[in-house]
């Protein structure tokens, strides 16, 4: 079920500038018991994104009570809200504007295999490069056509795909943020500050991590880093947490602060 500005309709006007240009964000949450999990920080990053693009944000108010609404609809589910700057004008000058569009999408709950969460996944390498843009980093933008090529490549042999950045930096899964345990215990995670999404679920590991006492590293991250790591797991806000089972012809353990983060992300309400 789609609403389009409160509206129940799967209908956009071609004047739209997201379908014109990519000028919108857009967020992705899990729906759990009706109720939409983090959704305090998944409404932060939509507002970042907006205020990074100069857009006019709607009334949150009324948006709000509109997921809200939507969630009564459907137990277990996802919801995909999307702000677009709204119509407009022939040209890129997003002046010519008017009111900004609210999307959301009401879809079943994802479904994987179990194992993937307690056996691990495969993981492969993308040639797709990300550009740096440090001004769209962070947040979900609607131009995703860097992440649809990489996914491209792989198929059913691979469960995600990592990707770097034109320096060599790994920086991200196609869908998902990557951790790296190391033989010290500690954890590192890309620094994002040129490209790449900082997603929701990251976040909720990074502060987790905190919680119990280990190092978690943001830093920029090379190739060498993961082949010499003990353990990989990565993370977004349907998957929850999957760990890696192989990588490049690598076989990585899943040790026991996998199973720790996975426990804390099912109590996330």
Same mark, same amino acid.
């Given at each position: 079920? /789609?609403? %389009?500005?409160g509206i129940i309709t799967d209908h956009l006007p071609v004047t739209d500038r997201g379908l014109l240009y990519g000028d919108g964000v857009w967020e992705t949450l899990c729906i759990n018991d009706c109720l939409p999990i983090l959704l305090d920080w998944h409404l932060k990053r939509l507002q970042q994104g907006l205020q990074a693009l100069s857009i006019t944000p709607p009334d949150m108010t009324q948006f709000i009570m509109e997921i809200h609404a939507a969630c009564t609809l459907k137990e277990n589910g996802i $919801?995909? $809200? /999307? /702000? =677009? @700057?709204g119509r407009g004008v022939r040209g890129y000058n997003p002046q010519s504007a008017g009111e900004c569009t609210r999307i959301i999408?009401? #879809?079943? +709950? +994802?479904t994987y295999p179990p194992g993937y969460a307690t056996q691990g996944i495969c993981l492969t390498l993308c040639? =797709?490069?990300? +550009?740096?843009?440090? @001004?769209l980093a962070g947040f979900k933008h609607l131009n995703r056509l860097e992440q649809v090529l990489a996914r491209a490549e792989f198929g059913a042999d691979f469960q995600e795909g990592l990707v770097r950045?034109? +320096? !060599?930096? %790994? /920086?991200? !899964?196609t869908m998902s943020n990557l951790f790296v345990v190391q033989a010290d215990g500690s954890v590192c995670t890309p620094d994002l500050s040129q490209c790449g999404i900082a997603g929701v679920m990251r976040r909720f590991i990074i502060q987790t991590l905190a919680e119990l006492g280990i190092e978690c590293h943001i830093r920029p991250l090379k190739l060498e880093a993961i082949r010499t790591a003990t353990a990989l797991f990565m993370?977004? #806000?349907l998957i929850g947490l999957w760990p890696v089972r192989e990588f490049q012809g690598k076989t990585y353990n899943i040790p026991p602060l996998v199973q720790v983060l996975q426990t804390r992300v099912k109590t996330i309400t």
């Open positions: 079920m /789609i609403w %389009v500005n $919801l995909k $809200l /999307i /702000i =677009t @700057r999408q009401l #879809s079943d +709950a +994802a040639e =797709t490069a990300l +550009a740096h843009q440090p @001004r950045d034109y +320096a !060599g930096n %790994v /920086i991200e !899964g993370t977004n #806000s």
